[in-house]
């Protein structure tokens, strides 16, 4: 029996999760969802979320994944046969998430041969939209734009060449070289901000909390969804890399490091961001509710206009976009491992082939629908049913199953085996929590959806599509599971996991 891969040490789990965690979720996505969703109000239920959704969550991840030793599909299948569409349904949510998370990479890598002329002069909407992206009609599909391919191209060749190498010479190698790396240019990025004059008032605005807005739903769902996205729950990630984790691998004091690590970046990020936001309104006289778009809007818009205007911008702004790039890679990469990690164990293949079959597939999807003239709307259509719902559902999914299999006690026992800090009452209450808070906002959004769909003024394409890409990942979950319900795990993979059992 060939034996299966492991981490070469705790350290270098501990910064491959990490690494999956600190992504363009932190810095790029977290302070706009911050600022949209109020402030200082959005803190609060997000950190409840870290610390009674997240945390729980990662080590039910954790833990099933060094339990079974398997990718998703088959270390569900394990839990209980007809639960393995759960874990091919992650697949399918990594495939998209994936897919398009690629596409922002590459355009914080043009970013970075931007910034040393300040590439957008005056106007980095303009040069943004109109330019580099020239953004078209949303069905405007397969009109190219030659810069975005390239350096596409250049993301998948860097991730599928980390791929190739495996765990250790792989994943692990490349995150020791790019943590120390991330920590090293955003922490100049982020000294540099709080220097600006100015940078209280952008704090301000990202601390001040807008109570009206607590009691909102949309806001607790989004605090979620956001936990989920930058821990990277809900999806697998965390099974899969687990499941390259010695059998008595300490669980609980990393799940906290890593939580910790990543919302400490997160904050980071935050107070950076709104450190430049607070100058710029300061410097263009505008109040910083008018500056602020969301997501793509900050990065690649208001935050080069900054640039422009201060001193030292061409350098911050390559070692901004590096970082950026940075982060991406090293959580892409864990994205990846979900099928590769799936479809190696499910089906006995070897790192090779699934390079060959599913990576070179997962980058050619990616270059043939987003460097277009739509792929902008694309990248929003599916973000928002990959990170508003997907994750979000993907996790519940976990811990219904858990509890409903009457599984969770031997999970908890399974942690406990090796871990400093016992899983217990406190560990069953949060999960269960989580769960009862997720099946509320969904059921009050699903509902706002559906109120949406006749108001004239929301555009129903987004939410079409928001379903349908939806409804495909949760069918390709089924489908897989009727096709491979009478077939066995193959036997290599089955004796690691009765091995485990
Ligand atoms: N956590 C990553 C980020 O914050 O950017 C994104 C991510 C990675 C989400 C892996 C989900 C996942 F499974």
Not at 166 to 173: N, P
Request: one cysteine or more; aromatic letters at 14%; proline letters at 4%.
């Amino acid at each position: 029996m060939k034996t299966r891969e492991t981490w070469g040490t705790r350290a270098g789990f501990i910064l491959a999760a990490a690494g999956s965690a600190i992504g363009l979720g932190n810095i790029w996505r977290f302070p706009g969802e911050a600022y949209e969703f109020g402030g200082g109000a959005f803190l609060l239920p997000y950190l409840f979320a870290i610390l009674t959704a997240g945390i729980p969550l990662l080590l039910l991840e954790y833990t099933i994944g060094r339990k079974y030793r398997l990718g998703p599909p088959s270390a569900f299948r394990s839990i209980y046969r007809p639960a393995e569409g759960i874990g091919w349904w992650q697949n399918a949510i990594a495939f998209f998430l994936a897919t398009f998370y690629a596409v922002i990479i590459a355009w914080a890598l043009s970013y970075v041969f931007f910034s040393p002329s300040l590439a957008w002069g005056d106007d980095a909407g303009a040069f943004f939209g109109v330019e580099y992206l020239r953004a078209g009609e949303p069905l405007d599909f397969f009109e190219y734009r030659p810069a975005m391919l390239g350096a596409l191209a250049a993301v998948w060749a860097v991730v599928l060449l980390i791929m190739a190498g495996g765990v250790r010479k792989g994943l692990e190698l490349a995150n020791r070289i790019c943590i120390p790396l991330l920590l090293v240019l955003f922490g100049v990025v982020v000294v540099r901000a709080l220097t600006l004059e100015g940078a209280a008032e952008g704090l301000n605005a990202f601390f001040t909390p807008q109570w009206d807005k607590i009691g909102d739903y949309e806001i607790w769902l989004a605090a979620y969804a956001q936990v989920f996205f930058s821990l990277s729950i809900g999806m697998g990630t965390m099974i899969a890399y687990s499941s390259y984790l010695k059998k008595h691998s300490e669980l609980s004091t990393t799940a906290v490091t890593v939580g910790f690590a990543n919302s400490s970046f997160e904050l980071l990020a935050g107070i950076g961001v709104f450190s430049v936001l607070g100058f710029m309104s300061g410097e263009a006289d505008v109040p910083i509710d008018q500056l602020v778009g969301t997501g793509g809007g900050v990065a690649f818009v208001t935050f080069p206009t900054i640039l422009s205007q201060m001193p030292g911008g061409a350098f911050i702004g390559v070692l901004f976009f590096a970082t950026l790039v940075v982060a991406g890679i090293t959580s892409l990469i864990s994205m990846v491992i979900v099928p590769f990690s799936s479809f190696e164990d499910r089906f006995g293949w070897s790192r090779k082939k699934s390079v060959l079959v599913l990576g070179l597939p997962m980058a050619a999807f990616s270059l043939l629908i987003y460097p277009t003239a739509n792929g902008s709307s694309m990248v929003d259509a599916v973000d928002f049913a990959v990170s508003g719902y997907g994750l979000v559902l993907g996790g519940l999914a976990t811990i219904v199953l858990a509890f409903a299999t009457g599984k969770i006690k031997a999970l908890a026992a399974e942690a406990n085996r090796t871990s400093m800090l016992k899983l217990g009452n406190v560990w069953y209450t949060c999960l269960a929590l989580t769960a009862v808070v997720l099946v509320y906002t969904l059921y009050k959004s699903i509902q706002g959806q559906i109120a949406d769909l006749s108001d004239p003024d929301v555009p129903n394409e987004l939410i079409y599509i928001n379903w349908g890409v939806g409804g495909a990942m949760i069918l390709f979950g089924v489908v897989m599971t009727a096709v491979l319900y009478r077939r066995p795990i193959p036997e290599r993979v089955e004796e690691a996991a009765a091995a485990a059992a």
